[in-house]
C-alpha cells in the first residue's frame, strides 16, 4: 500500500498534515509519534531498554 505512493502523493499528505495542526506544533507532534513507538518496541520486547550512562567522573580532585 505505501509503496504505491508516489512523491505528489506524499508532498500532498505532507501539506494536509501542515494545514491541520499548523508548523510551530509539528516538532512537538514528532518528538511524541517517537516516543510512543519506542515504548512501543520496548514493551513488545524488540528494543533493550537503554541505561542512562554514568557519568566518568568531569573533574579531578587536587
Do not use: C, W, Y
Request: charged share 15%.
Amino acid at each position: 500500500m505505501v509503496g504505491n505512493l508516489s512523491g505528489m502523493h506524499l508532498l500532498a499528505i505532507l501539506a494536509i498534515v501542515l494545514l491541520l495542526f499548523g508548523a510551530p506544533r509539528l516538532p512537538g507532534l514528532a518528538r511524541s509519534l517517537g516516543q510512543s513507538m519506542r515504548i512501543l518496541k520496548q514493551e513488545a520486547g524488540d528494543d533493550p531498554p537503554k541505561q542512562p550512562s554514568e557519568p566518568t567522573g568531569g573533574s579531578p580532585e587536587v
